[in-house]
């Protein structure tokens, strides 16, 4: 496909998403109390799409990402929450 | 068009969404043993468990004309508790020789723990002992990237696993390439959330090939879209990938690393 035909396909929903994560950044900002480690990943993750590097959505992926390569000692219940959180423990 | 669902928990599922898959050109489905949304309290709760997957859910599903195959394990998300996996592994031979049972899954990982690790070795070498295709779970989000290298690199060090009969489920950008550099298949799972978007999928196709790839719906008791398989198709078709582009990827991919199973049959076979 042409990036003419990518962008008929995709532009309107695109644009529609950055509108809702420019919503997201100012509610949590107009909101009272500290960001945390979420907010903090999803900042570094933001900068990845305006470096230019052609693998955007790995570069956001991976920064969110645990980057230690060892099993924790145990298992503190079932979910994820979508950023790493650095513990004294790892 | 025809497509092959190679992962969808039907035992989640309401009667309709068979009637839905098959409308949309089904022609089989496969389901991975995995977490019900709650701790089972005994393994007999998975025995029972294994009996609905090998037992019920094909009926419910020939009722349909639609085959219907399963994976056995203990999921990643119950594999903290050391003593309750022994027990379920136990179990577990005696299902194997069921015609339906098509290997060892979704095993994996959840969190990244020592326990979990433990338990995923133990399945890997049951595989191994009875000769099972493997299918792996990879966890979310934040735990995914670290999770699917540790998976990758266990299974790899088990000589006795040939890297072609295991599909690594769940691939995102960040770990597609580790996994079809390892010489196994990936899964690209359609979920929203927490997993892959349409968009995404086809995009991972056009950046890393067709080869050995698959794309499924994952549909359980979450939001999810048992669908997602034949709407992915349908965008394909919108990226200007042609019918034979698209019947690879939704459906010879996914019979050709089944049908290394010899149990695996499509019902015009
Ligand atoms: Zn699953």
């Given at each position: 496909m042409t990036r003419r035909q990518i962008l008929d396909l995709y532009f309107m929903d695109a644009r529609w998403k950055l509108i809702d994560l420019a919503a997201f950044i100012d509610r949590v900002e107009r909101a009272e109390g500290e960001e945390d480690f979420r907010m903090q990943a999803f900042r570094t993750a933001l900068?990845?799409?305006s470096k230019g590097n052609k693998e955007r959505a790995k570069q956001v992926l991976l920064?969110?990402?645990?980057?230690?390569?060892?099993?924790?000692?145990k298992a503190m219940g079932k979910g994820a929450v979508g950023a790493?959180?650095?513990?004294?423990s790892n | 068009m025809r497509y092959i669902e190679p992962h969808a928990h039907m035992v989640s599922r309401v009667t309709d969404d068979y009637l839905q898959m098959l409308t949309a050109g089904c022609a089989a489905i496969c389901e991975p043993a995995f977490w019900a949304?709650?701790?089972?309290?005994s393994a007999d709760g998975f025995y029972d468990y294994f009996c609905q997957l090998t037992e019920h859910e094909p009926k419910r599903a020939a009722k349909f004309g639609l085959?219907?195959?399963?994976?056995l394990c203990i999921n990643p998300k119950e594999s903290e508790n050391l003593e309750l996996a022994n027990d379920v592994l136990t179990l577990i031979p005696q299902f194997l020789e069921r015609p339906t049972v098509l290997g060892i899954g979704e095993i994996g990982l959840n969190k990244n723990s020592r326990n979990e690790m433990t338990v995923l070795e133990k399945h890997v070498d049951l595989a191994a002992r009875h000769n099972q295709l493997i299918l792996v779970h990879t966890p979310h989000l934040e735990d995914k990237l670290k999770g699917t290298r540790l998976i990758v690199d266990l299974i790899k060090s088990d000589q006795r696993?040939?890297?072609g009969r295991v599909i690594i489920d769940h691939v995102e950008e960040h770990t597609v390439q580790l996994v079809l550099d390892a010489g196994m298949w990936a899964g690209m799972t359609l979920y929203p959330e927490s997993k892959c978007s349409p968009a995404r999928a086809i995009d991972m196709v056009e950046m890393?090939?067709?080869?050995r790839i698959w794309m499924n719906c994952a549909c359980d008791w979450g939001v999810s879209d048992p669908l997602a398989v034949p709407k992915t198709a349908l965008e394909m078709r919108k990226r200007g990938h042609n019918a034979a582009a698209i019947d690879k990827l939704v459906y010879q991919n996914p019979l050709r690393f089944l049908?290394?199973?010899p149990k695996f049959k499509l019902a015009e076979q």
């Open positions: 900068l990845e799409l920064a969110f990402s645990d980057p230690t390569t060892q099993p924790i000692a790493y959180k650095k513990t004294d | 949304g709650f701790d089972r309290s085959p219907h195959f399963c994976w696993i040939q890297p890393y090939g067709n080869e049908s290394q199973c």
